[in-house]
């Protein structure tokens, strides 16, 4: 009895420890247009932190990038993609490269990034969400001030 609860006890540890790398190899950030920006807020137990950012790249294309206070405390095979108020599977960008640092995965053609509103970092062993950073639109300076440049002008329209 015994010795069959403490079989148990080291599968359950060893399903436990992720394979994952601990720390990316030192990256650059991701050039391009920052479209939305997040911060992870850990999930089942587990400590996951840090910003993450949907960049639009010059070709077009999309990327996701974890900056480099990222970090994840560890889990099973863990992976990164999309949500739209909870994990899509058909959304996966790939395997969580390293538990901590900056690391960018692309998004392929197939995706619309508009689509979703979350980053997750999920556990596809136990398929429960490790970490959730709620997507926020980002809009430049520029952008803002040209919108209210519209709206004053509209709005002077019908003043006369």
């Not at 889990?75 to 395997?95: C, E, I, M, N, R």
Request: hydrophobic content about 40%; proline content about 7%; some cysteine.
């Amino acid at each position: 009895m015994r010795r069959s609860a403490l079989l148990a006890f080291v599968l359950f540890v060893a399903a436990c420890t992720s394979s994952t790398p601990q720390t990316a190899p030192p990256a650059a950030p991701v050039e391009g247009q920052t479209i939305a920006t997040g911060t992870f807020q850990g999930a089942s137990d587990h400590a996951t932190t840090g910003g993450v950012s949907v960049v639009r790249l010059a070709d077009g294309s999309y990327a996701v990038e974890l900056g480099p206070d990222f970090s994840l405390d560890g889990a099973p095979d863990p992976v990164v993609g999309f949500g739209a108020d909870g994990y899509l599977a058909t959304s996966k960008l790939g395997p969580l490269e390293a538990l901590t640092g900056r690391q960018a995965y692309e998004v392929p053609a197939s995706l619309d990034v508009a689509d979703f509103n979350e980053v997750h970092i999920w556990c596809e062993a136990f398929s429960v969400p490790l970490g959730v950073a709620r997507l926020e639109p980002r809009v430049s300076t520029q952008i803002r001030q040209a919108r209210r440049q519209v709206r004053a002008s509209e709005l002077d329209g019908w003043r006369t």
